[in-house]
């Protein structure tokens, strides 16, 4: 419950700081946003490549483990 309190009260600064009538951050918020979605992507870039090896791993794991296993 407090953190739908909190969430709620975050999105609704953003909301109040973005305006163009009262805090005017919206340019600001706009050059933010453009200085750091290149650095996000390459995060978000290299977390997608190390969950793509770790599942090829598992499944390469997998198929060993179900070939060492014999039938009954």
Known sequence: MVSL???ILLIGFSVVAC???LLDWGL???????GGLPVFC???GLIAI???FADIK???EAKREESDTPNK
């Open 5 to 7: 309190i909190v969430g």
């Open 19 to 21: 305006a163009p009538s």
């Open 28 to 34: 600001d918020v706009i050059d933010f946003l453009k």
């Open 42 to 44: 390459a995060f978000v």
């Open 50 to 52: 190390f969950i793509g």
């Open 58 to 60: 598992d499944k390469k």
